[in-house]
Nanobody, 121 residues
Framework: QVQVAESGGRLVQTGGSLRLSCAGS????????VGWFRQGLGKEREFVATISGSGGYLDYADSVKGRFTISRDNAKNTVSLQMNSLKPEDTGVYYCAAGSLGDDRKDYAWWGQGTQVTVSS
């Protein structure tokens, strides 16, 4: 049982970089995998990246491989998503979620409220 909250979303130019943060609550935060998902306007929510509780396993959607990096600092109860070489198609509301390790929304039980990322073309 954890709570998560995203922050860091803003307007950024194409080719720019942005770092999102997911803050978790509770001393057991490190027991849960954390996934990042995004939802563009008029689109379904899609998987972006995930990281295991210990940080030893990472996975990414094909669309962001080589550009995005997920990491976590369990001492601070945070998970970060470093986004580089941003494209307009990266625009959307980004959500972090805690749960089991996976690439499906149903793998995650606890969700933040989202943070808006807009990449201008």
């Amino acid at each position: 049982q954890v709570q998560v909250a995203e922050s860091g979303g803003r307007l950024v130019q194409t080719g720019g970089s942005l770092r999102l943060s997911c803050a978790g609550s509770g001393r057991t935060f490190s027991s849960y995998a954390v996934g990042w998902f995004r939802q563009g306007l008029g689109k379904e929510r899609e998987f972006v990246a995930t990281i295991s509780g210990s940080g030893g396993y990472l996975d990414y959607a094909d669309s962001v491989k080589g550009r995005f990096t997920i990491s976590r600092d369990n001492a601070k109860n945070t998970v970060s998503l470093q986004m580089n070489s941003l494209k307009p198609e990266d625009t959307g509301v980004y959500y972090c979620a805690a749960g089991s390790l996976g690439d499906d929304r149903k793998d995650y039980a606890w969700w933040g409220q989202g943070t808006q990322v807009t990449v201008s073309s």
